[in-house]
């Protein structure tokens, strides 16, 4: 059974830059499409970015386009998401998710989901 494991969340003022990444013990990802996630306490779980298997194609919503990254190193097995100029609205719980397939931001189209690490942005 494939699980993922997120880490690099905390607090970090405005402005600043935090780098989750998403990891499988003892499983390849290869062949694994990854998107990443966040919840907002009160909001409904909100598609982030995603990335193809062959890391050659990827999607971020247009909240975070321009300030979100993502990529994958297969050779570490982990995908990992690059947030800079974070804002207030940027915190939340963020989870991992990872699907045969496309890349998509629709949370229901993953099978598989990490346990979420927290990000607070606050001065």
């Known amino acids: 059974q494939l699980q993922l494991v997120e880490s690099g969340g905390g607090l970090v003022q405005p402005g600043g830059s935090l780098r989750l990444s998403c990891a499988a013990p003892g499983f ?4 694994f ?12 779980r909100e598609g982030v970015s995603c ?12 909240s975070v386009k321009g300030r979100f990254t993502i990529s994958r190193d297969d050779a570490k097995n982990t995908v990992y998401l690059q947030m800079n100029s974070l804002q207030p609205e940027d915190t939340a719980v963020y989870y991992c998710a990872a699907r045969l397939g496309v890349g998509k931001l629709v949370a229901s189209e993953y099978d598989y989901w990490g ?3 927290q990000v607070t942005v606050s001065s």
């Open 115 to 117: 346990q979420g690490t």
């Open 51 to 62: 990335i193809s298997a062959s890391g050659g194609s990827f999607h971020n919503a247009d």
């Open 28 to 31: 390849s990802l290869d062949y």
């Open 33 to 44: 499409a990854i998107g990443w996630f966040r919840q907002a306490p009160g909001k409904e």
